[in-house]
Structures are given as structure tokens and as C-alpha cells.
């Protein structure tokens, strides 16, 4: 039994030994540590700086990145909204907005969309508004990513992009040379067509026809402003390219054309759920007078296509193992690096003061003018207390005795006087 214990001792210590061999982290001896003033210092702001990074990196594994994939659309059956919001320079009874898709479907737009009498120019307030949106636009369009930025970084709070009311005061009761045209339609999920064109639409059994022989062409005029004009639902503080688009013509029979591809885009973060639509526009002005050839009709058409993929906007955090990573790697690095960089100016300042103390030290030496061979004499003419101390006599100490004891004592142990030195050596 005392055996086995003894055995299990030893291995312990054994192994104790072993593990004791393989430590990476050896303590020095508080009596050989050695600071200093500058270590102190330094030592100061690498805390400080790395107190700086760390509230950093903390505030960024707080935050949220986006990540996008791309994958097939299936959904066809569902429907998509058209928001719109045009004005048109001609009046509300002279024109007409329909939107025919691809199977030859008309949908009825009277019970979605509104006419307005309005005005065609801005008051103060819409312009400033107009002038933004061109700002940004010069800026690079506000994309849903951008919007979403801001709406995580104001707190669930996005800007507005929406022209602001009319201020009827600034008229003072003008007439009204516009029609402003709004509202949401909804629409199967096929390429279409979106048209405002001279006189009121009815049904055919093609499709459908506008009135446009009762609209006089001198009173046609497609000026037109575009203040929204987006697909699927709407996303506040997003800019979409033909935001704030105006075209002006003195033609009557201008022909403006807008090519649209739509891109369904699933948006899913921590602030709301929305699938809506993102798009590209091409854009195509011509006339089509009958008198110089021309085909077609006069008015504004959009012309809309799907794309087939989907684009999906995932937020999500930061996983927290990357934040240890990332933290382990500013202390130990900034340690390290400062520990270097301590190391290296010290070195080179006790060079310096090495360097600086020999130049010192060497203008400092006296230099002789001349210096004798060995077999030459030194001759020196100053009348120095060395020189005349070298004329002095020798006088030999006098033999020493031995007591019984063993001790030595002098004996006839004289100083010499002044007397007992020749006239001429006495100074």
C-alpha cells in the first residue's frame, strides 16, 4: 500500500516537473525587474490607446452588416403597385393615364389613381424640395441600402422624399395650366405598359382607345414633372432615378418614352420586413408629327419588364467569437509593437549619448606639440613645484628592529629640516 502511494507521488511530481518545463509564460523575479520614467510613460499611452480601440471595436460588433443573395423568382401570382405621382401641362379633361400589360389585360385606373387641377411651377417650399433631390441625385441615387443606414443610424427614423403640399398663397388665385396625376395601381406581375396620353380612354374589345379626336392639338403640351414614380411598396428615404425628373417640349406632338427594368427585392432587418421593387430606366424623347412622318402617339409611356431574379437584403449582427478574435489581436498587437518600438528608441538614445559623450570627452583632451623618442630626455622649463621637488635628496630610511614580541619599531626615525638642505635647493 505505502508503496503504491509513494509510486503515485512520484509520478505527480513527475508530471508536475514536466508541465513545469513547458510553460511559455516564466515569472521574473520582482528584484531584476527594472522601470524606468519613459517605459512609465509610454506604458501610459499604450493604455490609453488601447482603451480607445477597444470602445471601437466594441461599438462595432454592436453594429449590423448587410448581406445580399440572389436567387430565382417564383412568386408570379402575386400582384405589384404602381405608385405614381406626374404632372402634366395639360388640362385634367385633355388627358388620360392606362396601363395595358403583356396578356392584353386593360386595367381600369379611374377607381385607383386621382386628377388634380394644379399648377405647373413650384412654390418655394416644392423647389427647395426638388433642389435636394437633385443633390443627391448628383450625389449618386439613395439607394435602399443608403436609406437603410440611416434608418438604423437615426433610430428608426428615415428622412422624407415626398414633394410637400402646395402653398395655394403664392399664386394669388392664378389660373390652373396643369394636371397633377397620383395614386397606386395595382398590377399582375407580367411586362406592362403605363401610358398618359391626350383624351379619356374606353373599352375595345383589343384593348382599349382614347378619345383624342376631342382634344384640339394646340392645346397639347406633355411637359411633364415626375415627383415619384416607384414600384411595389413604397420605402420612405429612398430616391428613385426618375424622382424629380422634368422634361419640357414646345412641340405638340412629343413622344416620351421610359424603359424599366424591375428588380424584386426582399428586405428583411431588424427594423421591418418589406419586399418592394428596385429598378433601371433608359429614357427615349422623339416627335411624332404627321407632317414630318413621324409614327406613333403623342404622350408619356413607361414600359415596364421583370427581372427573373431576386435580390434579398438580410441584416445581420456581427458573431461574437470574431469580436474576441479581433480584440485579442489589438491588445496583443499594440503590446508587442510598443514593446519594439521602446526597445528600438532606447537603443538608439544610448547610442546617441554614447556617441555625444566620446566627441565630449575627445575635444576635451590636451594635445602636445611635440613628443620625444624614448632615448631623448623630456625638458621642461617651467619652474613647477614637480620639477623642484625632483632636486630634493634622498634620505634612506633608517633599519628597522624587532622587539620581543615580534613588532617592528623605528629607529633614529628624523624629519628632515630645512637647514639640512643645500643653500641653492631651499626655495
Same mark, same amino acid.
Given at each position: 500500500?505505502?508503496?503504491?502511494?509513494?509510486?503515485?507521488?512520484?509520478?505527480?511530481?513527475?508530471?508536475?516537473?514536466?508541465?513545469?518545463?513547458?510553460?511559455?509564460?516564466?515569472?521574473?523575479?520582482?528584484?531584476?525587474?527594472?522601470?524606468?520614467?519613459?517605459?512609465?510613460?509610454?506604458?501610459?499611452?499604450?493604455?490609453?490607446?488601447?482603451?480607445?480601440?477597444?470602445?471601437?471595436?466594441?461599438?462595432?460588433?454592436?453594429?449590423?452588416?448587410?448581406?445580399?443573395?440572389?436567387?430565382?423568382?417564383?412568386?408570379?401570382?402575386?400582384?405589384?403597385?404602381?405608385?405614381?405621382?406626374?404632372?402634366?401641362?395639360?388640362?385634367?379633361?385633355?388627358?388620360?393615364?392606362?396601363?395595358?400589360?403583356?396578356?392584353?389585360?386593360?386595367?381600369?385606373?379611374?377607381?385607383?389613381?386621382?386628377?388634380?387641377?394644379?399648377?405647373?411651377?413650384?412654390?418655394?417650399?416644392?423647389?427647395?424640395?426638388?433642389?435636394?433631390?437633385?443633390?443627391?441625385?448628383?450625389? %449618386?441615387?439613395?439607394?435602399? =441600402?443608403? *436609406?437603410?443606414?440611416?434608418?438604423?443610424?437615426?433610430? $428608426? @427614423? !428615415?428622412? +422624407?422624399?415626398?414633394?410637400?403640399?402646395?402653398?395655394?398663397?403664392?399664386?394669388?388665385?392664378?389660373?390652373?395650366?396643369?394636371?397633377?396625376?397620383? %395614386?397606386?395601381?395595382?398590377? =399582375?406581375? *407580367?411586362?406592362?405598359?403605363?401610358?398618359?396620353?391626350? $383624351? @379619356? !380612354?374606353? +373599352?375595345?374589345?383589343?384593348?382599349?382607345?382614347?378619345?383624342?379626336?376631342?382634344?384640339?392639338?394646340?392645346?397639347?403640351?406633355?411637359?411633364?414633372?415626375?415627383?415619384?414614380?416607384?414600384?411595389?411598396?413604397?420605402?420612405?428615404?429612398?430616391?428613385?432615378?426618375?424622382?424629380?425628373?422634368?422634361?419640357?417640349?414646345?412641340?405638340?406632338?412629343?413622344?416620351?418614352?421610359?424603359?424599366?427594368?424591375?428588380?424584386?427585392?426582399?428586405?428583411?432587418?431588424?427594423?421591418?420586413?418589406?419586399?418592394?421593387?428596385?429598378?433601371?430606366?433608359?429614357?427615349?424623347?422623339?416627335?411624332?408629327?404627321?407632317?414630318?412622318?413621324?409614327?406613333?402617339?403623342?404622350?408619356?409611356?413607361?414600359?415596364?419588364?421583370?427581372?427573373?431574379?431576386?435580390?434579398?437584403?438580410?441584416?445581420?449582427?456581427?458573431?461574437?467569437?470574431?469580436?474576441?478574435?479581433?480584440?485579442?489581436?489589438?491588445?496583443?498587437?499594440?503590446?508587442?509593437?510598443?514593446?519594439?518600438?521602446?526597445?528600438?528608441?532606447?537603443?538608439?538614445?544610448?547610442?546617441?549619448?554614447?556617441?555625444?559623450?566620446?566627441?565630449?570627452?575627445?575635444?576635451?583632451?590636451?594635445?602636445?606639440?611635440?613628443?620625444?623618442?624614448?632615448?631623448?630626455?623630456?625638458?621642461?622649463?617651467?619652474?613647477?613645484?614637480?620639477?623642484?621637488?625632483?632636486?630634493?635628496?634622498?634620505?634612506?630610511?633608517?633599519?628597522?628592529?624587532?622587539?620581543?614580541?615580534?613588532?617592528?619599531?623605528?629607529?633614529?626615525?628624523?624629519?628632515?629640516?630645512?637647514?639640512?638642505?643645500?643653500?641653492?635647493?631651499?626655495?
Amino acid at each position: 500500500m505505502m508503496h503504491r502511494v509513494t509510486d503515485t507521488l512520484r509520478n505527480r511530481k513527475a508530471a508536475s516537473k514536466v508541465i513545469k518545463e513547458l510553460d511559455a509564460f516564466p515569472k521574473i523575479p520582482q528584484d531584476y525587474q527594472e522601470t524606468s520614467a519613459s517605459g512609465g510613460t509610454v506604458s501610459v499611452f499604450v493604455f490609453v490607446f488601447i482603451g480607445i480601440l477597444v470602445v471601437s471595436e466594441f461599438m462595432y460588433y454592436r453594429g449590423t452588416e448587410m448581406q445580399y443573395s440572389y436567387e430565382v423568382d417564383n412568386d408570379a401570382e402575386s400582384k405589384m403597385k404602381i405608385n405614381v405621382d406626374i404632372t402634366v401641362a395639360m388640362k385634367c379633361d385633355d388627358v388620360g393615364a392606362d396601363v395595358l400589360d403583356l396578356s392584353g389585360t386593360s386595367i381600369d385606373t379611374e377607381s385607383h389613381l386621382k386628377l388634380d387641377e394644379t399648377y405647373f411651377r413650384l412654390d418655394k417650399k416644392q423647389a427647395l424640395w426638388r433642389d435636394l433631390v437633385y443633390k443627391h441625385q448628383a450625389d %449618386g441615387y439613395r439607394t435602399i =441600402n443608403d *436609406v437603410l443606414d440611416m434608418y438604423a443610424t437615426s433610430g $428608426g @427614423k !428615415s428622412l +422624407p422624399t415626398y414633394m410637400p403640399p402646395r402653398d395655394d398663397s403664392e399664386f394669388n388665385d392664378e389660373s390652373f395650366d396643369a394636371c397633377r396625376i397620383y %395614386g397606386g395601381i395595382d398590377v =399582375n406581375k *407580367v411586362a406592362g405598359n403605363f401610358h398618359i396620353t391626350a $383624351g @379619356k !380612354s374606353i +373599352p375595345h374589345p383589343r384593348g382599349h382607345a382614347h378619345l383624342s379626336a376631342l382634344v384640339s392639338e394646340e392645346t397639347q403640351n406633355f411637359s411633364h414633372r415626375i415627383d415619384r414614380l416607384s414600384f411595389g411598396s413604397p420605402i420612405p428615404g429612398v430616391i428613385n432615378p426618375l424622382d424629380g425628373d422634368i422634361q419640357l417640349t414646345t412641340s405638340n406632338y412629343a413622344m416620351y418614352q421610359y424603359y424599366i427594368k424591375i428588380v424584386p427585392t426582399n428586405i428583411r432587418t431588424n427594423h421591418r420586413n418589406v419586399s418592394t421593387n428596385q429598378f433601371s430606366v433608359t429614357q427615349r424623347q422623339r416627335l411624332v408629327s404627321p407632317f414630318s412622318g413621324g409614327r406613333g402617339v403623342p404622350g408619356i409611356y413607361f414600359k415596364y419588364d421583370f427581372s427573373p431574379l431576386l435580390v434579398r437584403v438580410t441584416e445581420k449582427g456581427r458573431p461574437f467569437w470574431q469580436f474576441l478574435v479581433r480584440l485579442c489581436g489589438i491588445i496583443g498587437g499594440i503590446f508587442a509593437t510598443s514593446g519594439m518600438m521602446h526597445s528600438l528608441v532606447g537603443f538608439l538614445f544610448d547610442e546617441a549619448s554614447k556617441r555625444y559623450s566620446f566627441l565630449k570627452n575627445t575635444k576635451q583632451t590636451p594635445h602636445y606639440n611635440s613628443i620625444s623618442s624614448p632615448a631623448s630626455t623630456l625638458q621642461t622649463t617651467s619652474n613647477t613645484p614637480a620639477t623642484q621637488m625632483s632636486s630634493l635628496p634622498i634620505t634612506p630610511l633608517p633599519e628597522v628592529s624587532t622587539n620581543a614580541n615580534g613588532s617592528n619599531q623605528f629607529s633614529d626615525l628624523r624629519l628632515v629640516q630645512p637647514e639640512d638642505l643645500p643653500e641653492d635647493k631651499v626655495a
